[in-house]
């Protein structure tokens, strides 16, 4: 089973930058890889995904301020986060799309003065 561990959140100041990453235990070759989201209260929403090709799709609050990229000879996904708002606020997942894989834990990322 494809094991997710996703790492790099903490707290930051709005206006702010934090990287994630995502390392799998499996092959990502040929995979979609995707970055979601889950703030309190509310559901889990797609953030970022990336083909094998390397073309990308944002959440449109995101677009401009946030950049998904993967190494597939790591098996690596990485979420570059700049100018973080408030409303960034989640716990972020790393996970094949469509999602067939089990979540991981995710990364909590908490963008607050």
């Known amino acids: 089973q494809v094991q997710l561990v996703e790492s790099g959140g903490g707290l930051v100041q709005p206006g702010g930058s934090l990287r994630l990453s995502c390392t799998v235990s499996?092959?990502?070759?040929?995979?979609?890889m995707a970055w979601y989201r889950q703030a309190p209260g509310k559901q889990r929403e797609l953030v970022a995904r990336?083909?094998?090709?390397?073309?990308?799709n944002y959440l449109d609050s995101v677009k401009g301020r946030f950049t998904i990229s993967r190494d597939n000879v790591k098996g690596a996904v990485s979420l570059q986060m700049d100018s973080l708002k408030p409303d960034d606020t989640a716990v972020y997942y790393c996970?094949?799309?469509?999602?067939?894989?089990?979540w991981g834990q995710g990364t909590p990322v908490t963008v607050s003065s």
């Open positions: 990336i083909t094998t090709d390397r073309s990308t």
């Open positions: 996970i094949n799309y469509p999602t067939t894989w089990s």
């Open positions: 499996g092959t990502i070759f040929g995979i979609t």
